[in-house]
Nanobody
Framework: QVNLVDTGGGLVQAGESLTLSCAAV???????????GAWYRQAPGKQRELVGS??????HFADYIQGRFSISLNNHKDTMYLRMNSLRSDDTAVYYC??????????????WGQGTQVTVSS
C-alpha cells in the first residue's frame, strides 16, 4: 500500500514562489517504483485540471502555465516537487499529486495525494 502525502501549500503574495512536495510512502516497507507523476489542481467551483506531468524525466505542462512551473523527482525517486514561480491569483486552488507506482504486491496502480491548499493574494 502506497500513500502519497502532499505538503507545501500556503498563502503567498502574487509574484512570489512556492514549492509543493509529494512524498510516496510504502506502508509495509516494500520496494516500489515511481513510473509517472503529475500535479492537478482544483479551484473553487471548477473541475480538477492537469497542471503538468513527469515521465521518464520528461515534463509536460498545460498551456496556461506559460513556463512558470517546473516538476522534478528527487534522486531516490520517492518525492515529486512542483516549483511554482510568478504566482497569480488565478493559481489559487487545491493542488493534488498523482502517481503511477508499481509495487511487488499491487503491480502498477494509480494513487492520489490528499491535496494541499495554495492561496495567492493580489
Amino acid at each position: 500500500q502506497v500513500n502519497l502525502v502532499d505538503t507545501g501549500g500556503g498563502l503567498v503574495q502574487a509574484g512570489e514562489s512556492l514549492t509543493l512536495s509529494c512524498a510516496a510512502v510504502e506502508t509495509s516497507g516494500s520496494i516500489f517504483r515511481w513510473n509517472r507523476g503529475a500535479w492537478y489542481r482544483q479551484a473553487p467551483g471548477k473541475q480538477r485540471e492537469l497542471v503538468g506531468s513527469i515521465d521518464g524525466g520528461h515534463t509536460h505542462f498545460a498551456d496556461y502555465i506559460q513556463g512558470r512551473f517546473s516538476i522534478s523527482l528527487n534522486n531516490h525517486k520517492d518525492t515529486m516537487y512542483l516549483r511554482m514561480n510568478s504566482l497569480r491569483s488565478d493559481d489559487t486552488a487545491v493542488y493534488y499529486c498523482n502517481a503511477d507506482i508499481w509495487t511487488p504486491v499491487t503491480g502498477p496502480h494509480n494513487y492520489w495525494g490528499q491535496g494541499t491548499q495554495v492561496t495567492v493574494s493580489s
